[in-house]
Structures are given as structure tokens and as C-alpha cells.
């Protein structure tokens, strides 16, 4: 079961994997193997929590908004739903997605949320308006399931696939910046560095590639003390320390050494 945390300390929790350390939204990962509930579990620590049930299937990702005011939620009944996380109450339904939803990032401005699908399109919803029929564009490009998502501090968003490719896209005009080739296996984690000069991404491997988001050339492919699939990376804040997390059930920091191309001379 993946939990994931807010800036607010309020914990959601959700879905299924392996022992190890698994998805991560919000800055904490965990996971133990359980059956997938079809509902969300929110917590404020150390005191239980609500329950908000609406999905029809299990879920299989949660993402809160950077304000730590609402939660995302998606799974295998292809839809997605929009709560309030002090009371637990639904603010919207969205639907659209024409098979299972196993990704969500919220933009950094709150206004959209990035959906990923097993349909092989990014959806993009536009939360600004004030009915629950919120408008989306689609993004298509990939051809394989999206298994990851990722926006940037300034909102790009990057988006994971099986068919072993990142595409970095600017959403306002719904345009594919970049393509990354480089993984032998599907993407199944993606991580943003602070200052937007890097991405690092997980494979469905034992190894995490780090990326120039400027130029799409890949700097570097860690595989050190990776013993076993590697299931989620992520930058510290300062963006010197990257951390990726495995199915051995181990935390891997690698410090940021390389220097890209396109970074600032000093």
C-alpha cells in the first residue's frame, strides 16, 4: 500500500505493490503488500482518519495539491475524483480517461491537474472553473500505458510510459518539448530536479538515469548498490541529493556530481 504525505502532515493511502519502497507523491514513500482498497484512507498524525469512498474499483494513485488543501485520486474504474481534504468531501468527478488511471500531478499553481492513463494519453484538467464539468485537454504522443507524472516548479510536465520514453511537454499550448529515449524497460518513476536543469527516472530495473532537460541527452545511468527493480526516485530540495528507492526494500542517495552542459558558468 503506497501512502504519501502533504506539506500539511495529512497522509493518503492507497494502493498495492511489492515489499519495498514504492510510489511516492508529496515528498514520503512506504508500502507494505495488501489488497488494493477502492477507497482513500486520510490521516493527520498521529490521530485516525477519514475514509473517502466513491470509486467503484481500486485505486491506484493519489496525489495532494501543493496547498495540501485537496487530494486526487484515480484508479481501474477510469475515473477521477477531487476531494476536500479537511472534511473528506467530494468536490468533483472527472471523466474522460477510456481506461485505468495510475498517475496524477498536481500543477504548481493548483488551477490544473495531469492525469495518466493506461489509454496512452496525458490529460490535463482545468480546475479554475467554478462547475463540476471541468474542461481538459488531451496529450498524445505516447505509445504505451503512462505509468508516471511529474510537474516542474515552473509547469512543465513530464510524463512516463511504457513504451520505455519520457516526454517533457509545456501544457499551456499543449506541446511536446522533448523526447528521452534511453530505458530498456517501461518508466515508472520521474523526478523533476529543483532547479528544472535535470529529470531523473526510474526503469522498471536496477538502475535510475539521470536526464538534461534542455537537451535530452542522458548524463549519467546509476546502477550502484541497486539490487533490484528500482521503483521511485526523487531530488532532496536543494537538489544535491538524489534518492531512489527498490524492491530490496533500501534507500539508495546518490549525490549530485555531474555537471550539465547547460548549467549557469560560475
Request: aromatic share 6%; with cysteine; proline share 5%.
Amino acid at each position: 500500500m503506497a501512502r504519501c504525505c502533504s506539506q500539511a502532515q495529512r497522509m493518503a493511502a492507497c494502493m498495492a505493490g511489492r515489499p519495498g519502497v514504492g510510489s511516492c507523491c508529496g515528498g514520503c514513500v512506504a508500502t507494505q503488500t495488501v489488497l488494493c482498497p477502492v477507497s482513500c484512507h486520510l490521516s493527520s498524525f498521529p490521530d485516525p482518519g477519514l475514509v473517502p469512498a466513491g470509486h467503484q474499483r481500486s485505486v491506484e494513485t493519489v496525489s495532494f495539491s501543493p496547498d495540501s488543501k485537496q487530494l486526487a485520486s484515480g484508479g481501474w474504474d477510469k475515473r477521477v475524483m477531487l476531494w476536500e481534504v479537511q472534511s473528506g468531501q467530494m468536490l468533483r468527478l472527472l471523466v474522460g480517461h477510456r481506461d485505468s488511471v495510475q498517475s496524477s500531478d498536481f500543477s504548481p499553481t493548483v488551477n490544473c491537474l495531469a492525469t495518466g492513463s493506461w489509454d496512452s494519453t496525458v490529460r490535463i484538467w482545468d480546475l479554475r472553473t467554478g462547475t463540476p464539468a471541468v474542461s481538459h485537454q488531451a496529450l498524445e504522443g505516447h505509445s504505451g500505458n503512462i505509468s508516471c507524472l511529474c510537474y516542474s516548479a515552473s509547469g512543465l510536465l513530464a510524463s512516463g510510459s511504457w513504451d520505455k520514453t519520457i516526454h517533457i511537454w509545456k501544457p499551456t499550448t499543449s506541446s511536446l518539448l522533448i523526447q528521452l529515449k534511453g530505458h530498456v524497460t517501461w518508466v515508472k518513476s520521474i523526478a523533476f530536479s529543483p532547479d528544472e536543469l535535470w529529470l531523473a527516472s526510474a526503469g522498471y530495473s536496477r538502475m535510475v538515469k539521470v536526464w538534461d532537460c534542455n537537451t535530452g541527452k542522458c548524463l549519467e545511468t546509476l546502477k550502484q548498490g541497486v539490487l533490484d527493480v528500482a521503483h521511485t526516485c526523487a531530488f532532496t530540495p536543494d537538489g544535491k541529493i538524489l534518492v531512489s528507492g527498490a524492491a530490496d526494500q533500501t534507500r539508495r542517495r546518490i549525490s549530485r556530481t555531474t555537471k550539465s552542459p547547460r548549467d549557469p558558468q560560475t
